[in-house]
């Protein structure tokens, strides 16, 4: 077909009636195709259906399974049935003026598309034309002279007033072009309904269910993972913000990894989708298992730290029991400081940490509280100002960014502990670690991360 005018003066500012009739034939070409070969091997299944000279276990099987087949390929047949009738795999072309092809029949929704186009591309021509006499017109108007001019611009305002009447008429062409592209497009789209609103391979309550909850968990779970460490950094109220945060994102991530299973156990998703559904939960546990091992390295050297600074006269004479500065000394060197009893615990607490379990509600419900107290907002406050604000940033998980920082305020009081920057950098380290774990599982899939750009 050749292409649609561009200048669609003096009738409309754009196309009107925009579309392509012969790449909608293509297409329905392509359905009618593919509902002949649904409709031959529909032929097929019930021909082998009958077939009772095969009286075989096997034989019985197959027929089994094959008469269980014909019901689902059936439907599939009269899904790109209708879709093939109502696009159209030909057009119809009408004859004769514009009240022919105004009250000619429906068609297919290619053949009406092609009608509709042809009563505006007519409708076009004609308000050309006459606005080219209207522009002729005013031109004579302007030019008038001598002793008749009052009798000469009566006839030609006469002219003025057809064209512009012709113009008018050609407008109203153009909107019954378009009432018959769309009559055509609604007809189209509920034949196409009425197929697959009623037949067998309709999805039923539980897979629109499933569909539902399992998309809006994938959003829950990234918008609160991806807030959770954008607060976390906050003192005392960022804290708990994205300790709550991150159990609600820890649920979410669990329920849509259940439905995924359950899809999964239906047939209504491969191994591909329950890789991507466990990559996020995991990824998520495992993000906030290494924060917990960071915080359980930290917890085993800050109170011994702690007694050091606190201890009578340390400060005064810049000095530490040597039994404390070996200790934190040799904490700092070790490659871990925790048994492996301590590292499989924080390494499974992340995965108990979600609103389906009594901690998990438990930690929730505390995290709320602290949240609601003014007493934490007057701390926030207070330990901006005496850290310098928005210096404190940090990418680090909440419930380490707090002990990084008493670890580095307490190193200040102790200048000759090089150890406790050591232990600072690698508790830094390991909670960086499982940040990117987190952020690397939400970006893998664009089903996982609906939120994130990209």
């Not at 769309?182 to 009425?194: C, L, M, Q, S, T």
Request: charged share 25%.
């Amino acid at each position: 077909m050749s292409g649609r005018p561009r200048d669609w003066h003096p009738l409309a500012d754009a196309d009107p009636v925009p579309g392509d009739p012969d790449q909608l034939v293509g297409l329905g070409k392509k359905l009618r195709k593919t509902a002949d070969e649904l409709g031959r091997q529909v032929r097929n299944l019930k021909a082998i259906s009958k077939v009772d000279s095969w009286d075989s276990d096997a034989g019985k099987e197959f027929r089994k399974k094959a008469e269980g087949s014909q019901g689902k390929l059936e439907a599939a047949y009269k899904r790109y049935d209708a879709a093939a009738v109502a696009i159209g795999s030909t057009i119809h072309e009408v004859g004769g003026g514009y009240q022919d092809q105004l009250h000619a029949p429906s068609t297919n929704y290619a053949s009406d598309l092609n009608r509709a186009q042809k009563i505006a591309d007519s409708a076009l021509r004609e308000a050309r034309e006459a606005d080219e006499r209207r522009s002729a017109t005013r031109k004579s108007i302007d030019g008038l002279s001598g002793s008749n001019v009052k009798e000469d611009k009566e006839k030609l305002e006469g002219k003025l007033d057809l064209a512009s009447g012709e113009i008018e008429a050609a407008r109203e062409k153009v909107e019954s072009a378009k009432q018959i592209r769309d009559d055509a497009a609604r007809k189209a789209r509920e034949a196409i309904d009425g197929i697959i609103s009623h037949d067998s391979l309709k999805d039923g309550y539980w897979d629109s269910f499933l569909d539902e909850v399992n998309n809006w968990s994938a959003k829950i779970a990234t918008a609160c993972g991806v807030a959770a460490m954008l607060v976390g950094w906050i003192p005392i109220i960022g804290q708990a913000l994205a300790g709550v945060l991150g159990t609600i994102a820890m649920t979410a991530s669990l329920i849509g990894l259940v439905c995924t299973v359950i899809q999964f156990a239906r047939g209504d998703a491969d191994w591909m989708d329950l890789g991507v559904a466990a990559l996020g939960f995991l990824a998520a546990g495992i993000g906030k298992a290494f924060s917990k091992y960071a915080g359980k390295y930290l917890a085993k050297t800050l109170p011994r730290l702690q007694r050091a600074v606190s201890r009578p006269g340390a400060r005064a004479a810049g000095n530490i029991a040597k039994r404390d500065r070996q200790k934190l000394n040799r904490l700092a060197g070790q490659r871990s400081s925790l048994t492996a009893r301590e590292k499989l615990k924080a390494f499974g607490e992340p995965f108990k940490d979600h609103l389906l379990s009594p901690s998990g509600l438990k930690d929730s419900w505390s995290n709320i509280k602290v949240v609601g107290r003014p007493e934490s907002w007057r701390g926030m406050r207070q330990t901006f100002g005496a850290q310098g604000g928005f210096k404190s940033f940090t990418f680090l998980d909440s419930g380490v960014a707090a002990e990084v920082n008493a670890a580095k305020i307490a190193a200040k009081e102790l200048p000759e502990i090089s150890a406790i920057n050591k232990i600072s950098s690698k508790a830094s380290a390991i909670s960086l670690t499982g940040s990117v774990i987190t952020v690397g599982g939400l970006a893998a899939d664009p089903e996982i991360n609906p939120l994130l750009p990209g």
